[in-house]
C-alpha cells in the first residue's frame, strides 16, 4: 500500500504540482482508475457544507473608551451580547434574538451585518469602577473599527444528523424547518457524500489544529465540538448513521465573506445562522481514498418524529442519502416528498474554492497538533434536588 | 384563418380588492357568466373590514380587460399580480427549505446543480413559502395580506 505524508503532500502544494479533487469528483475517478490507482494519483479531497449550525458566534474586543467602561450589559443593535468577560471582551452568540426585533434579527445577523462592513449600534452600561469609571457609552463600530473579532463555534459540522418528520395532526415549526402534518413531508440537513465528516469517519486526519475553510477565510479546528459522539452505531464502511462528531472551530471574521455565513430565521423556533465550511483531506493512503469515496447510497440516517417532545423519539426508519436526494422517500408506504435545509450548491462551491486554493499553494495542509476523542457518552441532563448526587 | 392577436387566451393571476362593505357583492359570477372567465380561488379572505380574493384567470385577453373595467365600476381593486412571490436572488442561499412546504411545486430544487428554480405559473401564492425561508429571501409579489395560510 503506498503511503504519503502530510510533508510531501504539501512540499507538492507548494510546487503547485498536488492533485486536488473533490469528494464527488473522486467517486467518478475511483470507478474508472480503481482505489490504488486512484490513492497514487491523488493527493488532496475537498469537503464542504453549508447548513445552519446553531452553536455558533464571535468574540469581539471593543477597543477602550476614554475615560475607559468595564462593560456588563451589552447590547449590539439591541441584541444582548456577553458581559462575562473582561472589560471590553464580549461574545455574540448566534441564536440571541433582538430586544426589539426579536427573532427576526438576532446574534447571526449582527455577525453578518459585521462581515458585510456594516455599522452596528453599540450601547452598554457598567457599575462603574475605580479603574473603568464610565458607566455608559452609545456609538457604532464596524470590524474595522474594533480589534479582535473572530468566529469561535463551539458546535459545527456535525457528521451526520437526524432527519425529521411530523406525525401530528398540526404544522409544526423546528429547527428542522416547517413540518407538515400527518407525515406529508421530510427535511434533512447534509451535504452527504461531500460532508466533511462523513469523508473521514474515523477522524484520521482531521483533528485539532487542522486548517479548514470557514466562511470564506482560513480557520482552523480547535477542538472538538460539543456532544461530540464518535461512539455511534456505524455502517459497516464505518460511517456513522446518527449525530456523531462535531469540531469546534474558529476564524478570523473579518476576512470572511457573507457568501459563506448567512443569518437564518427559523420560524417560531430561533435565529440561526447558515456557515461555511470545507475540510481537505490528505489521501496518505488507499484506506483514506476508500473513505472519501463513499456515496450518498451507503450514507444512512434515521427520520424521526420531531412531534414526540421527549429526547428519547424512537426512530421511524432508515434512509440513504440517495433516497433523501431522490426528492421523496419511502415512510409508512407511502411516497413523502423531501427537502434539505443544507445548500448543496452552496457547499460545492465551497469544495471547488478550497480546491482552488490548494491547487495555486495557497492553502497548505495541517497535521493535527492532537486527535479528537474517539469515544464519547454523552449525557443528558435530569431533573434532581439539590441533596441528590 | 390567423386569429386575432387580441383574442389569444392568458392566463394571469389577479388581486382583487373589496373595499369595506362590498364584499357582499357576487363579482366573482360577473366575472364568470358576463367575461367567460375560467377562475380558479387561490385565496379568498373576507372580515369586517375588508375582502380578498387571489385568483388564477384565464380568458381572452379583452375579457380580462373588460373585467378589470367592471371591477373598478364596482369599486373592487383589481391588480395582476406578475410575481405572486418576489425571489431576492442575492439573499437566497438555495438550501431547499422552501420546497418543504410549496404546495404546488412552483419552488423546487434543480436536482443537477442543486440551485432554487421558482416557476411563477404554477405558484398558487398561498404564502407559506415565506416563513418556511430561514434568510427571508422570499416576500409578497403584490400588496396583498402577508400573512400565511394556516392550516
New interface residues.
Given amino acids: 500500500m503506498s503511503v504519503k505524508t502530510f510533508e510531501e503532500i504539501n512540499e507538492k502544494i507548494r510546487s503547485k504540482k498536488a492533485v486536488v479533487v473533490t469528494a464527488e469528483e473522486i467517486i467518478g475517478i475511483v470507478e474508472e482508475k480503481g482505489a490504488a490507482e486512484a490513492a497514487k494519483q491523488v493527493d488532496v479531497v475537498t469537503t464542504a457544507t453549508f447548513g445552519p449550525m446553531c452553536s455558533s458566534g464571535a468574540f469581539l474586543n471593543f477597543g477602550h473608551a476614554d475615560p475607559p467602561i468595564r462593560m456588563n450589559y451589552i447590547r449590539l443593535n439591541d441584541v444582548p451580547a456577553s458581559g462575562g468577560l473582561a472589560a471590553v471582551d464580549t461574545y455574540i452568540g448566534a441564536t440571541e434574538a433582538s430586544e426589539t426585533r426579536g427573532m427576526e434579527y438576532g446574534g447571526a445577523h449582527v455577525i453578518e451585518d459585521l462581515i458585510a462592513g456594516k455599522k452596528v449600534h453599540l450601547r452598554a452600561t457598567s457599575y462603574g469602577t475605580d479603574c473603568y469609571p464610565r458607566t455608559e457609552i452609545d456609538t457604532f463600530i464596524t470590524k474595522d473599527s474594533i480589534n479582535e473579532a473572530y468566529l469561535y463555534n463551539p458546535r459545527n459540522a456535525y457528521q451526520n444528523y437526524a432527519a425529521a418528520t411530523n406525525g401530528s395532526d398540526r404544522t409544526i415549526y423546528t429547527y428542522m424547518g416547517v413540518l407538515l402534518p400527518r407525515f406529508r413531508n421530510v427535511t434533512y440537513s447534509t451535504a452527504g457524500e461531500l460532508s466533511p465528516l462523513l469523508n473521514d469517519p474515523y477522524l484520521r486526519t482531521i483533528g485539532i489544529g487542522t486548517r479548514i475553510f470557514l466562511g470564506g477565510a482560513q480557520g482552523y479546528v480547535t477542538w472538538n465540538g460539543t456532544q461530540h459522539n464518535p461512539s455511534r452505531l456505524r455502517s459497516e464502511n464505518g460511517v456513522p448513521m446518527q449525530n456523531a462528531a462535531t469540531l469546534a472551530v474558529a476564524g478570523d471574521l473579518k476576512q470572511m465573506s457573507t457568501r459563506y455565513i448567512r443569518a437564518a430565521t427559523f420560524e417560531k423556533y430561533g435565529v440561526s445562522m447558515f456557515v461555511g465550511i470545507g475540510i481537505p483531506i490528505p489521501i496518505l493512503d488507499e484506506e483514506m481514498l476508500r473513505y472519501v469515496s463513499v456515496r450518498n447510497r451507503d450514507i444512512y440516517t434515521f427520520i424521526y418524529d420531531y412531534s414526540i417532545p421527549s429526547r428519547s423519539r424512537p426512530p421511524l426508519t432508515k434512509v440513504s442519502y440517495e433516497e433523501l436526494q431522490s426528492g421523496t422517500v419511502r415512510l409508512n408506504d407511502r411516497d413523502v416528498p423531501t427537502a434539505p435545509l443544507s445548500s448543496l450548491r452552496v457547499a460545492r462551491e465551497i469544495a471547488g474554492v478550497l480546491k482552488e486554493w490548494i491547487a495555486a499553494g495557497q492553502f497548505l495542509l495541517t497535521q493535527p497538533v492532537a486527535p479528537l476523542p474517539s469515544t464519547a457518552s454523552p449525557k443528558g441532563l435530569d431533573v434532581v434536588g439539590g441533596d441528590e448526587r | 384563418m390567423k386569429p386575432e392577436l387580441k383574442s389569444a387566451t392568458k392566463r394571469i393571476k389577479v388581486f382583487l380588492r373589496f373595499p369595506p362593505g362590498r364584499a357582499g357583492r357576487p363579482v366573482t359570477y360577473h366575472l364568470v357568466k358576463d367575461f367567460d372567465l375560467k377562475i380558479n380561488i387561490l385565496r379568498a379572505e373576507v372580515s369586517v373590514n375588508k375582502g380578498e380574493l387571489v385568483l388564477d384567470i384565464e380568458g381572452r385577453s379583452e375579457d380580462i380587460e373588460g373585467a378589470a373595467r367592471f371591477c373598478g365600476e364596482e369599486g373592487v381593486e383589481f391588480h395582476t399580480i406578475d410575481n405572486a412571490v418576489e425571489w431576492n436572488r442575492d439573499r437566497c ?5 422552501c ?3 410549496c404546495p404546488s411545486g412552483a419552488l423546487s ?1 434543480d ?1 443537477r ?3 432554487l428554480v421558482f416557476s411563477a405559473a404554477d405558484c398558487y401564492a398561498c404564502n ?1 413559502c415565506l ?2 425561508c ?3 429571501a422570499l416576500s409578497p409579489g403584490f400588496d396583498g395580506d402577508p400573512i400565511a395560510a ?2
Avoid at chain 2, 442561499?93 to 427549505?97: M, R
Wanted: proline share 5%; glycine share 4%.
Fill in positions: 442561499v438555495h438550501c431547499g427549505a420546497t418543504a412546504v430544487l436536482r446543480d442543486w440551485s407559506v416563513k418556511a430561514p434568510v427571508r394556516t392550516d
